[in-house]
């Protein structure tokens, strides 16, 4: 069974402060994601992982890949307010039959004045 | 429209009602993807379109769900005898079909949903 895990579920944090959020999946993956949500929003992509070592960076937001441990990170930076939302990471498994898309349970992040 | 598309955004109905709900893809994607949001919640995985082959089905949580996509663009995922647990919000997300370049991203992308309220 394909299993994705972040932790942790959820994160206040100061802002200024700096933090990571952790995914862990239990089979190879092809591709990893990372995907913001605003409430009451859809998703938003952030980074696109494709392989192991793959380092993003966006603003106070930085995305990595190890593949050989099946872990993503996302860290944060000098939180600001602007970044409280919720944030998921998901794996993509290709198969002949399709691909599959399995998201982590998602990390509440509030970054407190 | 640029985007994926989803209607209605909001439906309130009776519970042992049907409901309907529409995703109009991004054009060009061939693959789409229904999920479900719980409130509070992660992301459920429903079913999978991809081209022409059959759909996977496997995430559909009872026979009371069924979907269709016509002419390889717009889904239409149906809800028969709603239930007060099928209150949630239904994703739908594509993408580009697969490909063996290196540089693929697989990216989804997804519509705002469709927030489904039983009473």
């Known amino acids: 069974e394909l299993k994705v895990e972040q932790n942790p579920l959820f994160l206040s944090m100061q802002e200024e402060k700096n933090y990571t959020i952790y995914c862990n999946y239990s089979t190879t993956s092809d591709r990893l994601y990372w995907y913001r949500q605003d409430p009451g929003k859809s998703l938003e992509s952030l980074f696109v992982l494709l392989s192991n070592g793959a380092v993003k960076q966006e603003g106070r937001l930085m995305a990595s890949l190890d593949t050989k441990a099946r872990l993503s990170t996302l860290h944060i930076t000098a939180a600001v307010h602007d970044l409280s939302a919720t944030y998921f990471c998901a794996v993509l498994y290709l198969r002949n039959a399709g691909n599959m898309l399995t998201f982590g349970g998602g990390t509440r992040l509030m970054v407190k004045p | 429209g640029a985007g994926v598309s989803q209607s209605p955004s909001n439906k309130v109905t009776e519970k042992g009602k049907d409901v309907e709900l529409r995703c109009d893809p991004i054009s060009g994607h061939t693959a789409l993807y229904w999920y479900r949001q719980s409130l509070g919640q992660g992301l459920e995985f429903l079913i999978y379109?991809?081209?022409?082959?059959?759909?996977?089905k496997s995430g559909l949580p009872s026979d009371r769900f069924s979907a269709e996509r016509t002419g390889g663009s717009v889904s239409t995922l149906t809800i028969q005898r709603t239930q007060q647990e099928d209150s949630a919000v239904y994703l739908c997300?594509?993408?580009?079909?697969?490909?063996?370049?290196?540089?693929?991203?697989?990216?989804?992308?997804f519509g705002e949903g469709s927030r489904l309220t039983v009473l």
């Open positions: 997300a594509s993408s580009l079909l697969t490909s063996g370049r290196a540089d693929y991203t697989g990216e989804l992308f």
């Open positions: 379109f991809q081209g022409n082959s059959a759909p996977d």
